[in-house]
């Protein structure tokens, strides 16, 4: 059973429950139309010897002298009973008879008469007799009419009488029902069949995904809006977010070994050349020099990459709370105005009681990678201006300008790019990661980073929030 596919234990469980009814409904229809054939069979007796009572009549002699018509005559004590063409002797398997009280037959039939001979006449009752394992219904009624108080009319059927319409009903059901049974299991199976289909082909996507490595494939299915079709439209988009997921760590990855290449490359270098022969002591303390700087930008570089992946990864991490903006604003201005940087000086311009839900940590970050791009880009006795707003609307803008030297317009689209430096910047000791860090934090405060420049004159670049 439990190697069955799904659509099978499907048709099984309904198929069974389908022919458990169906040969229920088969036992109730027999038995009711076998009920209300006997009953019809009874009303039947019943109606047609009480329409033969009326057509039993008595005439004293001289009565019967006056009269003319042709009907049938039985000489009865001093005059005659009178029984008139209308009287049904024998109609639908009824059979009715004209008997004295001591159960001779005066006329008409009774196929059984030897064995309802000793049956006692009861009126208005049908009393049941089985002859020959048969049984027959026996209805009596006592003629109302002077003269035949010796009189009875008994009408006898059997029950056997309904068998041909019982075996027709049976006949019928015996097609008809087996052939319901036949069309539901085999629509059901099909239906079963079509509408598990999704199913198969999700299972046959993920197989091939798996198998393959090929994360492009989707789950084609026709048009539908059914629950499966929106389990394989859910399958697709998560196919689709592997991929997208899948592709950017590969990216990263490589972007990453292509980055660390060139310090590593440096350090080997230089110590080859440095290790070619006897240096003194300035030479080799100038190579330390170079293999200490390439060393610190390796750091810089994978710190900022594990930060990066862990905001990525695990935003859980970093829980969002209500804090000062402005304050924290006026404290990462005061720390990094310290650096003093080719004479840059920093000024503050933060709006007070400026507040947001945000994580104090992460927003650090994102002001002080602006503010380092600013010392880092900036030229010698520049400024760096930072302010912090509100307008109307409450839409928070915190923005870092200076007066650097700028991003030309090719370059605009990609600075937020990991990795991406400017040509004029690659001497600069940055890593790459400082834009595309910041972003990633705007998008975590459901913010946005936006960035106006002019070639030689300076940068301006602003942090929205809602
Ligand atoms: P980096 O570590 O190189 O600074 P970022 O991601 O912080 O990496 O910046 C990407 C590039 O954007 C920089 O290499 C530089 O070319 C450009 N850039 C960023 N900030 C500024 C700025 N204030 N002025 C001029 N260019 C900038």
């Known amino acids: 059973m439990k190697k069955l596919s799904i659509r099978l234990k499907i048709t099984l469980w309904f198929s069974i429950i389908l022919i458990v009814v169906v040969a229920l409904t088969y036992l109730v229809i027999l038995s009711v139309s076998g009920q209300i054939i006997q009953k019809t069979i009874r009303d039947n007796l019943i109606q047609t010897v009480e329409s033969n009572v009326d057509e039993v009549e008595y005439y004293s002699s001289s009565d019967m002298a006056s009269t003319n018509d042709v009907d049938y005559y039985v000489r009865y004590g001093d005059g005659y009973i009178e029984i008139d063409d209308d009287f049904l002797d024998q109609v639908n398997g009824v059979y009715t008879s004209l008997c004295s009280s001591d159960g001779t037959l005066i006329y008409g039939e009774n196929p059984i008469v030897r064995e309802t001979a000793g049956l006692a006449f009861s009126d208005f009752q049908v009393q049941r007799i089985t002859v020959d394992g048969t049984l027959y219904y026996v209805f009596d009624r006592k003629p109302e009419t002077e003269g035949l108080e010796d009189m009875w009319l008994r009408g006898v059927v059997s029950e056997n009488q309904g068998d041909a319409e019982m075996s027709d009903i049976s006949r019928y059901s015996l097609i008809l029902l087996p052939s319901l049974v036949l069309i539901a299991i085999i629509g059901g199976y099909l239906i079963a069949c079509r509408t598990l289909r999704p199913i198969r082909q999700i299972a046959d996507t993920a197989a091939q995904i798996q198998q393959g490595d090929d994360l492009k494939k989707r789950i084609e299915l026709n048009e539908g809006d059914d629950e499966l079709h929106r389990l394989a439209e859910q399958f697709n988009e998560m196919f689709a977010r592997l991929e997208t997921s899948f592709q950017t760590q590969q990216q990263f990855v490589s972007d990453a070994s292509h980055e660390l290449r060139t310090p590593v490359a440096v350090i080997n270098a230089?110590?080859?050349?440095?290790?070619?022969?006897?240096?003194?002591?300035?030479?080799?303390?100038?190579?330390?020099?170079?293999?200490?700087?390439?060393?610190?930008?390796?750091?810089?570089?994978?710190?900022?990459?594990?930060?990066?992946?862990?905001?990525?990864?695990?935003?859980?991490?970093?829980?969002?709370?209500?804090?000062?903006?402005?304050?924290?604003?006026?404290?990462?201005?005061?720390?990094?105005?310290?650096?003093?940087?080719?004479?840059?000086?920093?000024?503050?311009?933060?709006?007070?009681?400026?507040?947001?839900?945000?994580?104090?940590?992460?927003?650090?970050?994102?002001?002080?990678?602006?503010?380092?791009?600013a010392y880092r880009y900036g030229k010698e006795n520049g400024y760096i201006k930072v302010s912090l707003t509100t307008d109307r609307n409450g839409e928070i803008t915190l923005s870092v300008e200076d007066n650097g030297i700028?991003?030309?317009?090719?370059?605009?689209?990609?600075?937020?790019?990991?990795?991406?430096?400017?040509?004029?910047?690659?001497?600069?000791?940055?890593?790459?990661?400082?834009?595309?860090?910041?972003?990633?934090?705007?998008?975590?405060?459901?913010?946005?980073?936006?960035?106006?420049?002019?070639?030689?004159?300076?940068?301006?670049?602003?942090?929205?929030?809602?």
Not at 357 to 363: A, D, I, S
Not at 422 to 450: C, K, N, V, W, Y
């Open 270 to 373: 230089q110590c080859e050349l440095t290790l070619e022969q006897e240096r003194t002591a300035e030479e080799y303390e100038e190579a330390l020099n170079v293999v200490w700087r390439q060393g610190r930008k390796m750091n810089r570089m994978i710190n900022s990459m594990l930060d990066f992946t862990r905001l990525k990864l695990q935003p859980e991490r970093y829980a969002k709370e209500r804090l000062n903006l402005s304050e924290l604003t006026d404290s990462v201005c005061q720390d990094m105005a310290l650096i003093r940087e080719k004479e840059i000086t920093l000024t503050c311009e933060a709006e007070p009681e400026v507040y947001c839900n945000g994580n104090r940590e992460l927003l650090t970050r994102l002001l002080s990678n602006l503010i380092s791009n």
């Open 406 to 466: 700028g991003i030309s317009e090719e370059d605009l689209p990609n600075i937020f790019h990991r990795f991406y430096q400017a040509d004029a910047s690659r001497t600069g000791g940055g890593s790459g990661l400082g834009l595309a860090m910041a972003e990633e934090i705007a998008a975590f405060h459901d913010g946005e980073i936006s960035v106006e420049s002019n070639p030689g004159c300076g940068s301006r670049f602003s942090f929205h929030l809602k």
